[in-house]
């Protein structure tokens, strides 16, 4: 069969069980290792409460000489690294990565082991509109993975979990290493030293803030995030180890 990305997403568990190789549990995760013919070829699936969390499968196509056992290993320590359970959300950080991780599990993982209507919808029609106000109208609305659910009790459980994980991070303020960490990721992810809005976008990444110019303006930016003494410290001292590291 030729398969492609649309006809892999559609792949249901049972199905997958009868087209994998082998399978595993990895942290409430069942994931699939498939051969498919053609360019996806020896590929990663992930199912939860037996739906495809299909954004976070692997195809060997992402990946270039690996042999099949070298790519097993390349799924499943990623997969360690992307997926958690539920008591390691509430769990402490250790870096501003973790923290990362853990967002990105809950906001676009976490949600598809339901089922749900997506908001997002590109130019839609009058009529698509009218049948999405149809379809959602007794539905519950979840601000995690900007989707309409029909288990209310599921979504105040999602939504209770990203605030357990945002009280964890509110517990880093004064660490000063996480803090400088966390500001030089997203410097370099914000490419600080040619951005003429550089910490403008950097510091919109750690919460709402107002475009402002002059020589206050950190200032003034930490004043609106009300950073702690840490957390500003810690700022000027990713902006020193940036600039040390970075060559213009």
Request: proline share 1%; glycine share 4%; aromatic share 16%.
């Amino acid at each position: 069969m030729n398969w492609n990305i649309d006809m892999i997403r559609e792949i249901t568990e049972e199905e997958a069980i009868k087209l994998s190789l082998e399978s595993e549990c990895i942290k409430g995760h069942n994931v699939y290792f498939v051969d498919f013919d053609g360019g996806f070829g020896y590929s990663v699936l992930v199912y939860k409460n037996n739906h495809h969390i299909h954004y976070a499968n692997d195809y060997q196509l992402h990946h270039y000489h690996e042999t099949t056992e070298e790519l097993k290993k390349i799924y499943i320590n990623r997969l360690h690294n992307i997926l958690f359970t539920e008591s390691e959300i509430s769990e402490p950080l250790h870096s501003y990565d973790e923290y990362n991780q853990k967002s990105r599990y809950l906001r676009n993982y976490y949600g598809m082991q339901q089922e749900y209507i997506t908001i997002f919808c590109i130019n839609p029609t009058k009529e698509q509109k009218a049948d999405f106000k149809r379809k959602t109208e007794s539905m519950t609305y979840n601000p995690v993975s900007f989707a309409y659910y029909d288990d209310a009790e599921f979504v105040k459980h999602h939504i209770e979990l990203l605030k357990k994980l945002e009280e964890q991070k509110e517990q880093m303020n004064n660490n000063f290493e996480y803090q400088k960490n966390a500001f030089l990721y997203e410097m370099n992810n914000h490419e600080y030293g040619i951005n003429w809005q550089a910490d403008y976008d950097v510091l919109s990444v750690f919460g709402t803030i107002t475009y402002t110019e002059g020589e206050d303006e950190l200032t003034h930016y930490f004043d609106e995030l009300n950073f702690t003494n840490t957390q500003r410290k810690a700022y000027y001292k990713a902006r020193k180890e940036y600039f040390a590291k970075t060559e213009f």
